[in-house]
Nanobody, 118 residues
Framework: QVQLVESGGDLVQAGGSLRLSCEASGPIFSDNTVAWYRQAPGKQREAVAIIFTDGTTNYPRAVKGRGTISKDNAKNTVYLRMNFLKPEDTAIYYC????????????WGQGTQVTVSS
């Protein structure tokens, strides 16, 4: 079973930036769609960025224009750059690779905490 390890979360002021990383223990990202998710306290996990195998990316309205997902297949690592952070971005961030039907392929990692102060 591939393991996922997220990192890069931090306490930042509103308007700041972060780059999150997610490293997989095996080559799960290269041939699959990959997504970043976040879960705030009391809320459901939501997708915040997705990158398809052809390199196409997509973002929900809440993140569009502020987030950039990328991946390095050679390093089995996917990144999420978040700019102009807002307090509502505060959450634990996770990544996962997805099957063609959108099912997560790996067990969820521990996530990385992003806290944005106003």
């Amino acid at each position: 079973q591939v393991q996922l390890v997220e990192s890069g979360g931090d306490l930042v002021q509103a308007g700041g930036s972060l780059r999150l990383s997610c490293e997989a223990s095996g080559p799960i990202f290269s041939d699959n769609t990959v997504a970043w998710y976040r879960q705030a306290p009391g809320k459901q996990r939501e997708a915040v960025a997705i990158i398809f195998t052809d390199g196409t990316t997509n973002y929900p309205r809440a993140v569009k224009g502020r987030g950039t997902i990328s991946k390095d297949n050679a390093k089995n690592t996917v990144y999420l750059r978040m700019n102009f952070l807002k307090p509502e971005d505060t959450a634990i961030y996770y990544c996962n690779a997805l099957s063609s039907s959108g099912v997560p392929l790996a067990s969820w990692g521990q996530g990385t905490q992003v806290t944005v102060s106003s």
